[in-house]
């Protein structure tokens, strides 16, 4: 049987890369924040998750109405594979979407995940849309759910899905809206009577809130924030 040191390539380096495992950093927060390519890594695998978007709230008008807000749409996802790559990058994970509060107010938009050297290497993942509020009706009111995140700069990129439509016909709730999905778990639950659900994977989308025959006023809810997977190779 060889020994190790037979198994030498013209270069006269060792052949260990494949006998080293693969390690995985995950970034769940940071602004303009530094990661630190470990020693001997010789490709990064990365991918970036932008954060999922916040729902809407809800303004009760008793007897007779119904209020739905609209859920947040999930954040954008890229894949990049980087061969000999820097000492250094530059990241930013994005925040999740903020709550709408109390009342007929939007919920707010997921914030964008970044990773960059400054030169050649420019990812961005935007957060998804945030839902719209709503005040209570007795009639119609249907439209499409808030879009996804696009995303930049990868050699794979996917757009957020988005939230659910949302749909009430002469008063009777007949389409909730539920957060945007992401790739790392389901958007919250819409709520017909009461506070929807937040984002349950990273990067997906708040559920939409809802008030019906009540004079109760309700707030969405928060998507979740983004991420960035960094899987090291030596």
Known sequence: MANLSDKVAPSGVALLSAL?????????????????????AKVLFIEVFGAGGGSGGVD???????????????????????????????????????????????????????????????????????????SGTSGNSIGEGPLGGTSSGGDLNIAGNPAGPRAIVNGESACLSNGGSSMLGAGGNSNAGGVGGAGLGYGSGAGGSGSRNEA????????AGGLIKITEFY
Do not use: C, E, H, W
Request: proline share 4%.
């Open 20 to 40: 080293i495992p693969p390690t995985v950093t995950y970034l769940t927060s940071g602004t303009s924040a530094t990661y630190t390519t470990p020693n001997n």
């Open 216 to 223: 109760t006023n309700y707030a969405g809810n928060t998507g």
């Open 60 to 134: 009760g008008q008793g007897n007779g109405t119904v209020a739905q807000s609209r859920g947040g749409g999930a954040g954008g996802y890229l894949q990049k594979r980087i061969a000999a790559p820097n000492a250094t990058y530059t990241y930013t994970v994005g925040a999740a979407g903020s709550v709408g509060a109390a009342g007929d107010n939007d919920g707010g938009m997921g914030g964008t995940s970044t990773f960059t050297d400054g030169a050649s290497i420019n990812l961005s993942s935007m957060g998804g849309a945030g839902g719209s509020g709503m």
